[in-house]
């Protein structure tokens, strides 16, 4: 079973666009929604993370935003740059030292 | 540059055979995960050690087994490879910091079995 469902599986952006990849999960004992990076040929690496005591994220063109009520998380990225190009992970976990489960990943492609 | 080292970085071998792939942790990093990560599957969450335990099992087969050693390197050993094992293989370390756990993935091995 799923424990994080990721949406859309693929995104074609225009450069300058808003991306949007969206995640929901079930287990309510989950405190910690990290979003990973990955660029082919390389492994993932973490872009941004958010806990459940805030609605919303920020850091330069990455947003998350929470629902808590709704079990769902979002990744935006404004301004959408090609080199922004890469599949995108989001993952939840519960407590520290605890097994990260991963979404099955969005590959975005921003095309110029 | 994440700081895990994987090795080797590529791995071609035949079916029924047996490899071992190596994983450096970060400097200080206590726990490694290991994944494995195919076109249609994303990454699935393997086997979790922390200072030479065993912690967390995920979709591992009984092919699969692994260990970390008390200078915290660990090794996956894949067994009776089938052709279904072809994929990216990630370990990655962990460390507490900003308010959560982050992940850090070595740069993976890619396996392929004839």
């Known amino acids: 079973q799923q424990q994080v469902k990721q949406s859309p599986q693929s995104l074609i952006v225009q450069k300058g666009g808003i991306s949007i990849i969206n995640c929901a999960y079930e287990?309510?004992?989950?405190?910690?929604f990290p979003w990973y990076q990955q660029f082919p040929g390389k492994g993932p690496a973490l872009l941004i993370a958010?806990?459940?005591?805030?609605s919303e994220k920020k850091e330069g063109r990455f947003t998350i935003s929470f629902n808590k009520s709704a079990k769902q998380f979002s990744l935006h990225i404004m301004d959408s740059q090609p080199g922004d190009s890469a599949t995108y992970f989001c993952?939840?976990?519960?407590?520290?030292?605890?097994?990260?489960?991963f979404g099955t990943g969005t590959s975005l492609t921003v095309i110029p | 540059d994440s700081g895990v080292t994987q090795t080797p970085k590529h791995l071609i071998t035949a079916t029924g055979q047996r490899v071992t792939l190596r994983c450096s942790p970060r400097?200080?990093?206590?726990?490694v995960y290991w994944y494995q990560q195919s076109l249609d599957q994303g990454l699935q969450f393997l086997i979790q050690?922390?200072?030479?335990?065993?912690?967390a099992k995920g979709n591992i087969l009984e092919r699969f087994s692994a260990q970390q050693f008390p200078d915290l390197h660990s090794e996956l050993n894949l067994s009776s490879l089938e052709l279904g094992d072809s994929a990216l293989y990630f370990c990655?370390?962990?460390?507490?910091?900003?308010?959560?756990?982050?992940?850090?993935f070595g740069p993976g091995t890619r396996l392929l079995v004839l």
């Open positions: 990655a370390s962990s460390a507490y910091q900003g308010g959560g756990e982050t992940q850090y």
């Open positions: 287990n309510t004992a989950f405190d910690y």
């Open positions: 958010i806990r459940p005591d805030v």
């Open positions: 993952a939840a976990s519960r407590n520290t030292g605890n097994q990260f489960y």
């Open positions: 400097s200080g990093d206590l726990s």
């Open positions: 050690y922390y200072n030479g335990e065993e912690r």
